[in-house]
Nanobody
Framework: QVQLVESGGGLVQPGGSLRLSCAGS????????MGWYRQASGKQRELVAR???????KYAESVKGRFTISRDNAKNTVYLQMDSLEPEDTAVYYC???????????????????WGQGTQVTVSS
């Protein structure tokens, strides 16, 4: 089975930094998109950032210039460097990955979406 495990959450003061990690494990052919979502209390889950296997990135407007997503394909790990944190960033952060379980040589790859259990990030003075 494919598993995603997040780490690095915690309590930080406004203006501080945290680095989240998400490690994927299991049997699969390739991991395509990897990303981070967050869900604040009483709010909808939203995309924070995502990255392709080739390094192309996309960020939510609210975090541009403050957060940086990266990945280590050899380790099947995605990172989220969060700088200049604000109270509005407080949420549970979830790792997500689109995984190709088996090679699809002829057509478009078929992928399956997997989620981690989440890690709490709290920004407060």
């Amino acid at each position: 089975q494919v598993q995603l495990v997040e780490s690095g959450g915690g309590l930080v003061q406004p203006g501080g930094s945290l680095r989240l990690s998400c490690a994927g494990s299991g049997s699969f052919f390739a991991i395509h998109f990897m990303g981070w979502y967050r869900q604040a209390s009483g709010k909808q889950r939203e995309l924070v950032a995502r990255i392709t296997s080739g390094g192309s990135t996309k960020y939510a407007e609210s975090v541009k210039g403050r957060f940086t997503i990266s990945r280590d394909n050899a380790k099947n790990t995605v990172y989220l460097q969060m700088d200049s944190l604000e109270p509005e960033d407080t949420a549970v952060y979830y790792c997500n990955a689109d995984v190709e379980l088996f090679m699809s040589p002829g057509g478009r790859p078929k992928t399956f979406s997997y989620w981690g259990q989440g890690t709490q990030v709290t920004v407060s003075s």
